[in-house]
């Protein structure tokens, strides 16, 4: 047993989390950033985190992840980063010569105060920033919410730096929240069958789903542009994927640019896509193509197909609360009944929103959110009562070896299988690639528990 | 070996794009080598910090305390005191197998535990919450220890974790014991590992006097059992009537480390990381401490001999040179063949406080040359062996970290050799106490880089055109996109075990597979190589 020491009794935990089902917020800045063309992410802290912020996303996406840091050491700690940071805005400038400098806190500048916009415009002061380029800012400190916070923080941080107010343009803005690179290419993919203009931010696809080519570059050719940045400002509206992801820089396009915003869940599944589609749509007044709506068919079509193997199936969930919510949703439509969902990103609006997608059909689904909800109080549920199938990231895969429980890798991070970051998991496509798994797992289960004379060839 | 350029015109395209202050560092930081007849060195500048804005791929304190040394130790409850990222990041990634005897015993390796402290943490203090973390860590497991690492901000606002631990000790009637190894002390990893060890020596080492009387006994430091290493060790050196008392710190528990001094030698594989211990041990308990380096079949044959010369014992020396010989039939049959296909080529390494050095031996012995290497957090000892000890400057940085001052144990200490039996071993060629460093052993004219940065790789890849280069993971796909394979050493891409004689053909085979695969020539599209486009009339006639 990996696990060996988990028990089904539950014991009151205030102080110990075990077996998290989060991280800190710099990770999710560095993520954001590297959706900006040209931009080089930058820890403003000890290099310990960034050097673990990179290999995470590395593991995760088999990408080269750059990134800078302050380097802080104990002087720093005393006297503040100041100095660090001006030194390395001057380096970064003289030797990687990004467009933007995308810095994030971490919880030692935060615990310090470091004042970074006066560091910034310090800098600019000494001309350590050369003209035309930037250096922008998100405050991340990690004893706040999760990954997720600090993903939304510098989303939003493109927005003040960037977004400019102006004479309105057709265009669409949409953010994606914190989903993989072919999910951002997927919704583009969309938007551009429905022949939708629009500003995707941040947009990770060609930067961490880069093709071979024999040439390293530092910068790859992916990436939302700054003039992009810019000119979110005048679009038509904005359409925020994911509430704890998009929503921050959603509402502060509105304050500063009057830019209206649309909130709505992460186009995971039947149902989030059709409504995504359907305000796209209305929004940008066109009709949704016949090709479209054949995607649409071909995923309902699995959906009947398979239902017999779904419905009833129990199912324990983890992650992340924007991709907890829209699954939650898909495999209830599926009449599934996802019992167990816990969340370390704390948030009480997850609550009711994981309540509107269970829809009173799982009346026994038990949810956390906040302090102590880890994996290891999941695992426990799970020893009280057992499910049949696990979603969530790689962590799940010693509850899963333990339990004998098939897991759906899906959601961050994935460290033991390559591919994923390839394929999208929103839209009718995604949905389809997910019902596939899905039903690949339960049957590859079924195969190998059935006895003999009951051996389907057929199912 | 191809015509191979200028290493001093190298060194300058290394740097010239670096601003001046910048520049002048990193040129005493990459050396090109020089040895001359008593293998003294040129010398180089190491552990310092990293300059602001630099891409390095340096790590922190905590990472090279609770992550290196302390992580591997399967029954020790480590928790992480601070916000909930460092112990999320360190929770199971160093690939440290282990291996508990029954299903029983404690292993906590699979978990990760967190106060995940919280702003009011940070504003009040976060003490109560680590003291009531550690009391629920005990309800709930019952562990013979727990351990407890400070993170950046928790040194910043100052909890006193040590007498957090210190009451719990004595509530809990287990070994609660603490360590200050936030990510801002020192310039690397380097100073975490010192952290460690000196915990482990104050609060765990020299606790069971229990003397197993077997009479070869030893103990492995810094083999941290990556990818199954140190199982490998433990088998030749169970088969050459070895006994290892403790490893530290792969596949180890606590009691193996409190019984530690009872060993009558001390092998150093992880200079690095360790020799620290080694030297505390030899000091208090009077354990004398020798060098080895299991990785390279050569390499591990050389060290079952010093162990053998050591215990002076034939019945041992003729058992290890059985296994030795039984072991090296199959190895050769791998690396000839092996060899026919990677002589020539150029390999770099530029990993770790000891990798770089160690890895070489297994390239030399199928031909290849390393034609630039360094590490990411070593001292210059490391570099230019252990006689610059005396020389090296300690500077504020490395001030901040405490230097235990150990003095022989009035009742436990027992010198396992005189002074004349030492200075006997070592005409004898068995230098104890002793390292010579990496740079001897490596060719004139070759690059050593300390701290290499991401621009400086990136120049070193275009240059040289190395057939392979090893890094972590943080360099390796960004190497592999200039058509390189990369080799992580860190965790040896999901492969390896690489120590020892299987290791050995394990390293072989991997690295045959990676640079003689035909998959690096496809990357161009026909089209791409002969892009001339079609002329109509062509197709025409086609
Ligand atoms: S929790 Fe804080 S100190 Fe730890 S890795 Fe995250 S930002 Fe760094
Ligand atoms: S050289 Fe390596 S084993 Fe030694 S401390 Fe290293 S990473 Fe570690």
Redesign the pocket.
Known sequence: MLLRHTTSEIKERSALTINPAK?????GAMYAALGIHRCLPH?H??Q???A??RSTLTRHYKEPVMASTSSFTEGSAVFGGQSNLLQAIHNIFSIYEPDVIAIH????SETIGDDIPQIIATARDKKYIPDGRYVIHAN????VGSHVTGFSNMVKGMVTYFAEPGTQTKTINIIPGWVEPSDMREIKRICYMMGIEIILFPDTSDVLDCPQTGRFEFYPKGGTTIEELKAAGRSRMTLALGRSASVAAARELDSKCKVACEVMELPIGLRATDQFVDTLRRVARVEVPTLLEDERGRLMDMMTDMHQYFAGRRVALWGDPDQLVSLTEFLVDLDMRPVYIVTGTPGKKFLSRIEKALRGKVPEAKVQEGPCSDMFLLHQWIKQEKVDLLIGNTYGKYISRDEDIPLLRYGFPILDRIGHSYFPSVGYVGAMRLLEKILGLLMDRQDRDAPEESFELVM | MAHLPDPSNVKKQLIQKYPTKVARKRSQQIVINAVAEDKTVPEILANVRTTPGIITQRG?T?AGCKGVVLGPTRDIVNITH????????SWLTRRNQTRPEGPEDHNFMTYCFSTDMQDDQIIFGGEKKLRQAIQEAYDLFHPKAIAVFA???VGLIGDDIHAVCREMKEKLGINVFGFSCE?YKGVSQSAGHHIANNQLFKHVIGRDDTVDPHPFKINMLGEYNIGGDAFVIEDILERCGIKLVATFSGNSTVGKFENAHTADLNCVMCHRSINYVADMIEKKYGVPWIKVNFIGAQSTAKSLRKIAVYFDNPELTARVEKVIEEETKAVEAVRKEVKSRCEGKLAMLFVGGSRAHHYQDLFREIGMKTIAAGYEFAHRDDYEGRRVLPTIQVDADSRNIEELTVEPDPEKYRPRRTPEQLKALNEKGLEVKGYEGMMPQMDNQTLVIDDISQYETEKLLEIYKPAIFCAGIKEKFGVQKFGIPCLQLHSYDYGGPFAGFKGAINFYKTVDRMINTQLWSYIKAPWQVNGKPLLEAELVNS
């Not at chain 1, 991280?23 to 990770?27: A, G, H, K, N, V």
């Open positions: 991280t800190c917020q710099p990770i820890s802290g000890s310990g985190c960034c673990y912020h806190t971490t919880c030692l991340t400190p990690s004893y | 922190c905590y601070g916000p909930i990222g460092c112990g999320f990041y993170t950046c901000p990510g």
